[in-house]
């Protein structure tokens, strides 16, 4: 059912990706016409505020535009991850659903869900301290954040996974546990797990091998992992609508939001009826010039701010509905990106900036590399090292569980000549050819690298303090590579919700029939995206996904 992603299309931004699916149109019919009974408008609001562009109201769309009726308990807006996962979750606890997708397929990228003590990790004995690794990550917010909703991440976040592991076992994927590490200032927390068993599972371990040096994922198993999904709730009696763009919310005279009102690939306006609920679920508004501006000022005000490529393919659309019809963003306005994509594969033995100079210990990590990089001049960085690093890299498995997944020395040479001859690395003899091709001044970068030898001979990195056990002398010759401005996989702030997905107003209450999920819900993330939970995000939308199921079915 699926599409393999190739590493480079991924980069350059083909994140959707998975089955094509034919889906009818059955359970509608004609629009009845209005009645006294059925009084209110096709679509309304409350007054616009109008301060920003987004924020002001386009207008009805009138009941007589209205060609087609479809009635559900549950329609979700937008089948990415969280959509996927809400939609499994209601449909296996009784609910019809509908869901609206703007696009001809579902939209998948990364693979890694930070889930707290999930099977994968009980059945090889490796268990978080829950309590240590919430408060690290409110630590992280300031407490920017809904505490409550934190909470609820780390309470049911096993039990969601193990969840989806026996909705999916049929389909012969499973769950697998991620690499973890210890390291008390830069470690990655156990928790993280995959689902694996998919066309896109790697068939070599330098291709999921974090220090390969390549600038892609080596498999994007969310792929695989939605595939199922769209099979498995559509075979339960989901109707799927692709190529439906929601256009509005309805509210009734009561102020519940009761209906979206979308168009189709034609631009044919239907309405869809939820009676338990209307799920937005239309990820981050990156695509939105304004609102990225506006809400994500770390990336919009710094001078590389223009050279970041936004990955996440929303718009703001389902956001921007949800405040018409009264809603609220979340108080904290200053939303972090997830940038952390030129770091994830870096290789990391000695890294100088634009001015040949190293900026900060090479074990940072992930995110607060990203960040320390893009606040270097230009926003680029070169790596350096040579044959010999292949042996002093720890072999790391990308699985905790299976140490096949580590790629061996010979691997990771010849995968650094593959990449010399595509032009994506260099060889060099000597570091001024380095400094030339990469445009760095050549004394300064031989001084650093002198200065860094020397911290390796004495064991102590008198600069930046990496641990010496890392400290490997560079000579030649040498393989270098140069890493652009780091990306943003989104941005991470949205609605004002609470930890039950209810949308709420500017005063905390409640809009009665809509709930947000996945990057389209707020008051999750502040002051950065901390890979020490590596794929917390899709963990979020998961276990949320997983609990509004459940809550718009009454077992919650």
Excluded at 113 to 137: Q, R, S
Excluded at 421 to 438: N, Q, R
Aim: charged share 20%; proline share 5%; hydrophobic share 40%.
């Amino acid at each position: 059912m699926s599409k393999t992603l190739s590493r480079r299309s991924f980069l350059t931004g083909s994140v959707a990706t998975g089955a094509l699916a034919a889906v009818g149109l059955a359970g509608c019919s004609p629009a009845p016409a209005a009645t006294n009974a059925d009084p209110a408008p096709a679509s309304s609001t409350s007054e616009p505020v109008g301060q920003h562009p987004w924020e002001v109201y386009p207008g009805d769309i009138a009941e007589s535009e209205i060609a087609e009726t479809v009635e559900q308990d549950v329609v979700i807006v937008g089948l990415g991850a969280s959509g996927s996962y809400a939609a499994t979750s209601a449909v296996e606890n009784g609910l019809s659903v509908a869901v609206l997708e703007r696009n001809d397929t579902f939209n998948a990228n990364g693979g890694s869900h930070y889930m707290f003590n999930a099977a994968p990790f009980k059945k090889i004995g490796v268990k978080v301290d829950v309590d240590e690794a919430v408060k690290d990550f409110l630590n992280v917010c300031n407490n920017k954040v809904d505490g409550a909703a934190v909470w609820t991440w780390a309470n049911r976040a096993a039990e969601a996974a193990d969840w989806f592991a026996d909705v999916v076992e049929p389909y012969g994927l499973h769950a697998v546990p991620q690499h973890y590490d210890d390291e008390p200032i830069t470690k990655t927390y156990p928790g993280t797990i995959l689902f694996i068993g998919g066309e896109n599972e790697p068939t070599s371990a330098v291709d999921q091998d974090p220090y390969n040096g390549d600038l892609g994922l080596g498999f994007v198993p969310e792929v695989d992992l939605l595939a199922v999904l769209l099979e498995h709730i559509q075979k339960k009696g989901a109707q799927v609508y692709f190529n439906h763009t929601s256009e509005r919310l309805v509210k009734d005279e009561s102020g519940r939001v009761t209906a979206v009102i979308a168009s189709d690939a034609d631009g044919t306006y239907k309405k869809f009826v939820a009676t338990k609920g209307v799920i937005v679920a239309t990820g981050s508004y990156c695509q939105d010039p304004d609102m990225q501006a506006h809400y994500c000022p770390i990336v919009a005000n710094n001078p590389n701010g223009g050279k970041v490529a936004l990955f996440n393919t929303g718009d703001g659309s389902g956001i921007k509905q949800a405040l018409w019809v009264g809603a609220a963003m979340q108080a904290n306005g200053d939303h972090p990106p997830m940038m952390f994509w030129g770091a994830t594969n870096c290789i990391k033995n000695v890294m100088v900036n634009s001015s040949g100079k190293r900026f900060i210990d090479e074990n940072s990590g992930q995110s607060n590399l990203a960040a320390a990089q893009f606040h270097q001049t230009g926003g680029t960085m070169v790596a350096l090292w040579n044959e010999a690093y292949a042996e002093q890299l720890p072999a790391i498995s990308y699985r905790s569980d299976d140490p096949s997944w580590a790629a061996k020395p010979e691997e990771l040479r010849a995968k650094w000549e593959g990449l010399v001859e595509a032009g994506v690395f260099m060889k060099a003899d000597t570091l001024d050819e380095i400094a030339e091709a990469y445009g760095l001044p050549a004394d300064a970068l031989s001084a650093t690298v002198e200065e860094y030898n020397g911290y390796c001979t004495a064991g102590v990195d008198e600069a930046f303090h990496k641990d010496p056990a890392t400290l490997h002398e560079l000579t030649g010759p040498y393989y270098a590579t140069k890493y652009d401005v780091p990306a943003s996989l989104a941005s991470m702030g949205g609605l004002h919700v609470n930890a039950q997905c209810e949308v709420l107003t500017a005063d905390d209450q409640p809009i009665e029939g809509l709930y947000a999920i996945g990057l389209a819900a707020g008051d999750f993330y502040a002051n950065q995206y901390s890979t020490r939970y590596a794929g917390n995000s899709l963990g979020r939308c998961m276990t949320f996904g997983y609990l509004i199921g459940r809550e718009l079915a009454g077992l919650e």
